[in-house]
Nanobody, 117 residues
Framework: QVHLVESGGGLVQAGGSLRLSCAAS????????FDWYRQAPGKERDLVAT???????TYADSLKGRFTISRDNAKDTVYLQANSLKPEDTAVYFC???????????WGQGTQVTVSS
């Protein structure tokens, strides 16, 4: 059974940084693609960044240069480094996995990031 558990969210002042983690279990971690999404109150869930099984990364245009997605296959963990945070980055951040052999989608429970001005 696949489980994704996010951590690392919290309250931070504008200009600060956070590193979010997503620990995955129940699947062959290195074979799967992962994404980070975020959802602000009253808004749709938006894609933040993607990392493929071979380490290729893509980002939402508006977040390039401030956010970095990475993975550690030895720890079965995906990270999102968020720098120069702004109040508009306030959202629940979700980890998402596409399982390699059937393309089924899995979601974590989310971690709250709040950026104060």
């Amino acid at each position: 059974q696949v489980h994704l558990v996010e951590s690392g969210g919290g309250l931070v002042q504008a200009g600060g940084s956070l590193r979010l983690s997503c620990a995955a279990s129940g699947s062959t971690f290195s074979a799967n693609d992962f994404d980070w999404y975020r959802q602000a109150p009253g808004k749709e869930r938006d894609l933040v960044a993607t990392i493929s099984s071979d380490g290729a990364t893509t980002y939402a245009d508006s977040l390039k240069g401030r956010f970095t997605i990475s993975r550690d296959n030895a720890k079965d963990t995906v990270y999102l480094q968020a720098n120069s945070l702004k109040p508009e980055d306030t959202a629940v951040y979700f980890c998402h996995m596409t399982r390699w052999f059937d393309k089924r989608n899995f979601w974590g429970q989310g971690t709250q990031v709040t950026v104060s001005s």
